[in-house]
């Protein structure tokens, strides 16, 4: 088992940047892939990055959030960030991180393939 809990969320203006933290329990989390998606007031919820269990800690991102966003993790801390600069204002959304794929084969662009979810943080990002 596997708990998620997402921080650093907040409002900020258009340009700004905020870091989101999101903090792992259980013995599985270190070797889990884990990703951030969001969830913006009626839109389905998007695919935002990627990270891997990896000692090559591959990253992937959605191609809107490309040179803007970073992801990272400290697996002595059991923590997943990700760092997100330039903010636009269609940026804001409930943040949510995700780990641990159902399936090696999983396609990690899609919500229902992971098999644990924090609370989410919202982001709001005003111009």
């Known amino acids: 088992q596997v708990q998620l809990v997402e921080s650093g969320g907040g409002s900020v203006q258009a340009g700004g940047s905020l870091k989101l933290s999101c903090s792992g329990s259980?013995?599985?989390?270190?070797?889990?892939?884990m990703v951030w998606f969001r969830q913006a007031p009626g839109k389905e919820r998007e695919w935002v990055s990627l990270?891997?269990?990896?000692?090559?800690?591959?990253?992937t991102y959605t191609e809107s959030v490309k040179r803007r966003f970073t992801i990272s993790r400290e697996k002595f801390k059991n923590t997943v960030y990700l760092q997100i600069n330039r903010l636009k204002t269609e940026d804001t959304a409930v943040y949510y991180c995700?780990?641990?794929?159902?399936?090696?084969?999983?396609?990690?662009?899609?919500?229902?393939?992971?098999?644990?979810w924090g609370q989410g943080t919202q982001v709001t990002v005003s111009s």
């Open positions: 995700a780990g641990c794929l159902w399936s090696v084969y999983g396609d990690h662009t899609s919500p229902a393939n992971f098999r644990y």
């Open positions: 259980g013995y599985m989390f270190n070797s889990c892939r």
């Open positions: 990270i891997n269990s990896d000692g090559t800690t591959t990253t």
